[in-house]
């Protein structure tokens, strides 16, 4: 099974500026026949189910605000909140999709405001 | 609108059983490979089950497998799972959520979860 490892667990970050936070992933996920990296990105705020808005680990899904991009490659990958808001607080995880089954999650990293 | 709701959760002794509906609207249902997820009390997000559109594939992860059984209902657009030999550790909300293609895909919609509570 694929190993998803994401840090840090919680950050702190104030209003306005950026948050970053990462994702490793065991072995690679990027299927080379199409050169796409089987990664996502989702947000999950409480009480409420996870979201998702990030796929193919930079594909922002429709709707998602454009403060939020993916990137990275293989085994590492990057979410970063260009400018905090107050509704971005909520717990984040990864998600990689190559080697199936099992579909597996990172612990997830919750952001809160500084 | 695409909808996804679970129903079917509640409290159940250990080695108890249990079904879990999720019920589809505002998309073809019967074109769309679907999955289970659950997160226990204040712990991450955990794949359970896949199905793919036309039940020819089926997956399990291995905590649940031999007693968790996922199906589908093309007809009445609806995912099920039925859960036996429940034990404390399966505690958790169930999320049903949709693949946006096969097995190696990730979820674009999930309904808003059925809380499953084993317990004596």
Known sequence: DIVMTQSPDSLAVSLGERATMNCKSSQSVLYRSNNKNYLAWYQQKPGQPPKLLI????TRESGVPDRFSGSGSGTDFTLTISSLQAEDVAVY???????????????GTRLEIK | EVQLVESGGGLVQPGGSLRLSCAASG??????????????????????????????????????KGRFTI???????????????????????????????????????????ALVTVSS
């Open chain 1, 55 to 58: 796929y193919w680990a930079s």
């Open chain 1, 93 to 107: 995880y990864c998600q990689q999709y190559y080697s199936t089954p099992p579909i597996t999650f990172g612990q």
């Open chain 2, 27 to 64: 998309f073809t249902f019967s074109s769309y490979s679907m999955n289970w997820v659950r997160q226990a009390p204040g712990v991450g997000l955990e794949w359970v089950s896949y199905i793919s559109s036309s039940t020819g594939t089926i997956y399990y992860a291995d905590s649940v």
């Open chain 2, 71 to 113: 199906s589908r209902d093309n007809a009445k657009n609806s995912l099920y799972l039925h859960m036996n030999s429940l034990r404390a550790e399966d505690t958790a909300v169930y999320y049903c959520a949709r693949a946006t293609t096969t097995s190696s895909s990730h979820f674009d919609y999930w309904g808003q979860g």
